[in-house]
Nanobody, 121 residues
Framework: QLQASGGGLVQAGGSLRLSCAAS????????MAWFRQAPGKKREFVSS????????SYADSVKGRFSVSRDNAENTVYLQMNSLKPEDTAVYYC????????????????WGQGTLVTVSS
């Protein structure tokens, strides 16, 4: 089970940190990712992180502004979002998959409930 939190309302240029807490004892066996879905749009990849945390990837739209990390001892993955823009407004979802990380949402087995991020201009 994945529980995302940390969303909220922030002004453009501000920062937020999202957290995704996982239950179970095998968190380190799963690659993790963040996706987002804006109103009226399809879900899109934001970032992923490998099982060890040693490898990450980002969508071009967030590269240089967002940073993903994980704490396997705490069963938690984070998404630090800086320099937020109104176009970052979306529901953000964390997801987990066994094995190698991916940018493809259908490859992920487990999903959190989503947390809403709203960036005002």
């Amino acid at each position: 089970q994945l529980q995302a939190s940390g969303g909220g309302l922030v002004q453009a240029g501000g920062s937020l940190r999202l957290s995704c807490a996982a239950s179970g004892r095998t968190f380190s066996s799963y690659a993790m990712a963040w996706f987002r879905q804006a109103p009226g749009k399809k879900r899109e990849f934001v970032s992923s992180i490998s099982r060890s945390g040693g490898s990450t990837s980002y969508a071009d739209s967030v590269k240089g502004r967002f940073s993903v990390s994980r704490d396997n001892a705490e069963n938690t993955v984070y998404l630090q979002m800086n320099s937020l823009k109104p176009e970052d407004t979306a529901v953000y979802y964390c997801a987990a998959k066994a094995g190698i990380r991916s940018t493809v949402s259908r490859e992920y087995d487990y999903w959190g409930q989503g947390t809403l991020v709203t960036v005002s201009s």
